[in-house]
């Protein structure tokens, strides 16, 4: 379990599991059921899964109450509370769609192979008004064929995450993997939910084929980084070498614009103060596309506008943040280099992907000033700063630390490491 936030709100188990089992007419001010709920998944013992069972029994119908009641369904399958089954199973018949969704999911992580419960998720199907992509995952995490024919039914669904549900549940539960090329397809939508959750369905259908089309998918980095690993590791299993699988990876970490399918368009160049907006929405499909339109167009005078915006919003905005690092690399703007060594060092988890970045930006400015904590960085335990760094060290033309990292516990680091000193005794 990843533990950087552990600590996040500052509670005990006893704390939590007292505020949880304290009736809402009786809560303080700054008091919240949900924050214990959430909080317990930090504690996967006996007393902590009583709480949120006993949570889930409240079915005091004030939307506070179901509220917390979704969360602690979704906390027991974070913990995969076998012993919290049967109180779920109750939870697929609630009147509220959420805790219903909520309960598929949760009987998916926890894991199961009683028929009857199965077959009550696959009776939610049928339910009118509930949302369907978690319970088809479900099913089809289970494999439970007995629904292969009702999911059927939502191949073709309007909703293209559900769609893109159905079809990978239809290829793993029949052996047939002949549709998948419709769930790759999702990867160009312009539904930034299809793209991201299409990502998910490949890796969970093992389907490494679709590597060199996650590559180029115009979502965040993050969630190309998490499927290409996790095909990646199925890939090698099967034979693929870490040669094959290189230049994707780096691609993804490099996180050009030029090398992906921007899948929006500007009718006609729009200003840079509307480019730099763009930088802050959500879709990062439209971030890429303000960068590559910037690089393009106004190569000259972004660095100022980025550096005015960095100082006024970017510097707390996790998503732009990682955009103004990676365009100062991409414009090699020297002035920045103050910036992306403060980047490379930021402690903060939700900017991790903006050290890396910062790793690529700085092998892209040349500063040599950067190679000490550049190296530095190869004693994380974050596989993709490492990697990152690694290849901006190589633009460097310094490989001094590869023998080491040859036998670096993260095989993806390893084989770069190896196969740069390959390329060297070859040349």
């Known amino acids: 379990m990843d533990r950087r936030f552990a600590n996040f709100f500052n509670l005990t188990e006893a704390e939590a599991i007292a505020l949880l089992d304290t009736p809402l007419d009786q809560l303080g001010e700054d008091e919240s059921r949900y924050v214990a709920a959430a909080h317990l998944v930090n504690f996967p013992t006996e007393a902590a899964i009583a709480a949120l069972v006993r949570a889930v029994q409240q079915t005091e119908s004030s939307l506070a109450n179901r509220i917390v009641r979704r969360k602690s369904v979704e906390t027991l399958g974070r913990l995969e509370a076998k012993q919290a089954l049967p109180v779920i199973y109750h939870c ?198 303000a960068a590559h339109t910037m690089l393009t167009h106004y190569a000259e005078a972004a660095p100022a506008a980025l550096l005015e915006t960095y100082a006024a919003e970017a510097y707390a905005d996790y998503g732009a943040h990682f955009h103004v690092v990676k365009l100062m690399g991409w414009l090699q703007y020297a002035p920045a280099y103050d910036l992306l060594m403060d980047a490379l060092r930021h402690p903060q988890p939700q900017f991790q992907k903006s050290r890396a970045a910062a790793a690529i930006a700085l092998g892209e400015l040349g500063d040599r000033r950067a190679i000490p904590d550049l190296k530095t960085c190869l004693d994380t335990q974050i596989w993709d700063l490492k990697y990152a760094a690694l290849m901006a060290l190589e633009a460097f033309g310094d490989i001094s630390a590869h023998e080491q990292l040859a036998q670096d516990k993260d095989w993806l680091v390893a084989a770069k490491a190896s196969a740069a000193l390959q390329t060297q005794t070859v040349g």
């Open 92 to 289: 697929l018949a609630d009147e509220d769609c959420y805790t219903v969704e909520n309960a598929a999911w949760a009987i998916g992580e926890i894991g199961t192979q009683d028929p009857a419960l199965l077959e009550a998720v696959a009776r939610v199907l049928d339910r009118p008004g509930q949302t369907y992509r978690v319970v088809i995952h479900t099913l089809a995490k289970l494999n439970y064929t007995p629904a292969l024919e009702r999911i059927q039914r939502f191949v073709n669904d309007p909703d293209l995450p559900t769609a893109s549900a159905a079809l990978t549940a239809v290829c793993r539960l029949s052996g047939d993997y002949g549709q998948m090329d419709q769930v790759v397809a999702m990867l160009h939508s312009q539904n930034v939910l299809a793209r991201r959750l299409s990502i998910q369905d490949l890796m969970d259908a093992h389907y490494y084929d679709a590597i060199p089309d996650i590559a180029r998918c115009p979502v965040s980095l993050v969630f190309r980084l998490r499927g290409i690993r996790k095909l990646a590791e199925v890939g090698r299993e099967k034979g693929m070498s870490f040669r094959d699988l290189q230049p994707y990876l780096e691609q993804t970490l490099r996180d050009h614009p030029s090398t992906l399918n921007l899948v929006h368009s500007f009718e006609a160049v729009p200003p840079l103060s509307v480019l730099i907006q763009q930088l802050y929405e959500t879709d990062f499909g439209r971030c890429y596309l």
